[in-house]
């Protein structure tokens, strides 16, 4: 089955830039969404389709996928940004979607 | 405004059997495919299930394949999912969401959790 591997955590200073990365074997092939999930509440998309950036999420969040590692960029990070933030794909293969383990980010 | 409203969680028995449902409003629910997913206490998301717009395509996790079933009434504007033999390992929150096709889930309710236990 497909595997997607994110780091477990990830710590950054305000108005810094976090970097969430997704590996997962020829990763570019497939379409990667990135949710945000804060404590008590529910998962929000943050990009879709490898770039999208919905209606709603500011423009410092941004996403990227080549090869075998799709990531997520998060500029100039606010304390609001806390969360666990997943990826996400569609396995043709398995007819399966398949989340990443999730990567909590903390800022410090 | 577009809304998911989960119910039907509950502390049930380990081997029994449960029914979630999932509201929705604000959109036109027969257009679009439907999902649930999971979060176990200090996991992560777990994908459980998909059913397209008619009710015709479903996709299951190999974890629940066999014991949970989903399905949909679009004259009620409702998802379901039928959980039977249930585990101490279901426990968790469960979140029905809106589908882009099989692509990504666009709208999350905000969950109702199962715990199963003996």
């Known amino acids: 089955s497909y595997v997607l591997t994110q780091p477990p955590s990830l710590s950054v200073a305000p108005g810094k830039t976090a970097r969430i990365t997704c590996g997962g074997d020829n990763i570019e092939s497939k379409n990667v969404h990135w949710y945000r999930r804060k404590p008590g509440q529910a998962p929000v998309v943050v990009i879709s389709y490898d770039s999208d950036r919905p209606s709603g999420i500011p423009e410092r969040f941004s996403g990227s996928n080549s090869g075998n590692t799709a990531t997520l960029t998060i500029s100039r990070v606010e304390t609001g940004d806390e969360a666990d933030y997943y990826c996400?794909?569609?396995?043709?293969?398995?007819?399966?979607?398949?989340f990443g383990g999730g990567t909590k980010v903390t800022v410090l | 405004q577009v809304e998911l409203v989960e119910s039907g969680g509950d502390l049930v028995k380990t081997g029994g059997s449960l029914r979630l449902s999932c509201e929705a409003s604000g959109f036109i629910f027969s257009d679009y495919y439907m999902s649930w997913i999971r979060q176990a206490p200090g996991k992560g998301l777990e994908w459980l299930a998909y059913?397209?717009?008619?009710?015709?395509?479903?996709y299951y996790a190999d974890s629940v394949k066999g014991r949970f079933t989903i399905s949909r009434d679009n004259a009620k504007n409702s998802l379901y999912l039928q959980m039977s033999a249930l585990r101490a390992e279901d426990t968790a929150l469960y979140y029905c969401a809106r589908a882009d096709a099989v692509n990504y889930m666009d709208v999350w309710g905000k969950g109702t959790t199962v715990t199963v236990s003996s």
């Open positions: 996400q794909v569609w396995d043709r293969t398995t007819d399966h979607v398949v």
């Open positions: 059913i397209g717009s008619g009710g015709r395509s479903i």
